[in-house]
């Protein structure tokens, strides 16, 4: 039987590794309105960016004696990041990008095509790729949770001189997974006639919940540094009267 996909046509090219690319050139892909690298791999950025800054703050909190007692939670924490989270998403980073672009040249050769049977197959097999990628999605959303939670623990625990590396490390994989529930839900919205949908609905509210209850304490940090300026800032004030 006469396969429905062109393969040369529709696939790309699956050793390209697209965060092999220069900064620029990564950001203008993103810019440029093509399906890859989209909004999946955008929140496996952001996730990767969170990771790296959590990094930074737990190797350089290692060499402060006054964070001492926390040592051994940096050490941790820097080793599930750098072992365990940072390959997972740069996995999901390429195939997310890789596979969405199939996605979207399957819909294209699917409304392009005047056969009925050759129509139905396109449609079936971009959807079948389409809850592969939301799984995904799923993956990056779990991560970056676990990534929230290492980055308030470093705010309260790690150096003060560095909590804006560690402020950065919380909003950036909240921002990935604020981006990750939009992407679901929309996905969903698309397999709605599916059964995968129904039984992931619920999985994407658990998400919510868990990131509702990770920002009251991430919105606690940014209160702490607010207060703790205010209350600098008031004081250098009532010194430069007293003088």
């Given at each position: 039987m006469k396969a429905p996909i062109n393969q040369q046509k529709i696939f790309t090219n699956e050793q390209e590794n697209i965060l092999s690319r220069p900064t620029n050139q990564l950001l203008n892909d993103f810019g440029a309105g093509k399906a890859s690298p989209g909004s999946g791999s955008a929140a496996a950025l952001l996730g990767l960016l969170s990771s790296k800054m959590i990094h930074t703050v737990c190797s350089i909190s290692l060499t402060k004696q006054e964070c001492y007692e926390h040592?051994?939670?940096?050490?941790?924490?820097?080793?599930?990041?750098?072992?365990?989270?940072?390959?997972?998403?740069?996995?999901?980073?390429?195939?997310?990008?890789?596979?969405?672009?199939?996605?979207?040249?399957?819909?294209?050769?699917?409304?392009?095509?005047?056969?009925?049977?050759?129509?139905?197959?396109?449609?079936?097999?971009?959807?079948?790729?389409?809850?592969?990628?939301?799984?995904?999605?799923?993956?990056?959303?779990?991560?970056?949770?676990?990534?929230?939670?290492?980055?308030?623990?470093?705010?309260?625990?790690?150096?003060?001189?560095?909590?804006?590396?560690?402020?950065?490390?919380?909003?950036?994989?909240?921002?990935?997974?604020?981006?990750?529930?939009?992407?679901?839900?929309?996905?969903?919205?698309?397999l709605k006639r599916r059964k995968y949908a129904k039984e992931n609905f619920k999985k994407v509210q658990e998400l919510q919940t868990k990131l509702d209850n990770l920002q009251t304490k991430a919105f606690s940090c940014v209160s702490l540094i607010s207060h703790e300026s205010l209350d600098s800032i008031q004081l250098e004030l009532r010194s430069d009267k007293n003088n």
């Amino acid at each position: 039987m006469k396969a429905p996909i062109n393969q040369q046509k529709i696939f790309t090219n699956e050793q390209e590794n697209i965060l092999s690319r220069p900064t620029n050139q990564l950001l203008n892909d993103f810019g440029a309105g093509k399906a890859s690298p989209g909004s999946g791999s955008a929140a496996a950025l952001l996730g990767l960016l969170s990771s790296k800054m959590i990094h930074t703050v737990c190797s350089i909190s290692l060499t402060k004696q006054e964070c001492y007692e926390h040592h051994t939670q940096f050490k941790f924490i820097s080793k599930q990041v750098e072992e365990n989270i940072v390959p997972k998403l740069k996995e999901l980073f390429e195939k997310d990008a890789k596979d969405f672009e199939k996605v979207v040249n399957l819909r294209i050769a699917r409304d392009k095509s005047t056969n009925r049977t050759e129509k139905s197959n396109y449609s079936r097999q971009s959807l079948d790729l389409l809850q592969i990628a939301t799984d995904y999605t799923f993956e990056v959303a779990n991560t970056a949770l676990t990534l929230m939670e290492y980055g308030v623990r470093i705010f309260n625990n790690g150096w003060h001189a560095i909590r804006g590396d560690s402020g950065v490390s919380i909003s950036a994989a909240m921002s990935a997974v604020m981006s990750s529930i939009f992407i679901i839900n929309l996905n969903l919205k698309t397999l709605k006639r599916r059964k995968y949908a129904k039984e992931n609905f619920k999985k994407v509210q658990e998400l919510q919940t868990k990131l509702d209850n990770l920002q009251t304490k991430a919105f606690s940090c940014v209160s702490l540094i607010s207060h703790e300026s205010l209350d600098s800032i008031q004081l250098e004030l009532r010194s430069d009267k007293n003088n």
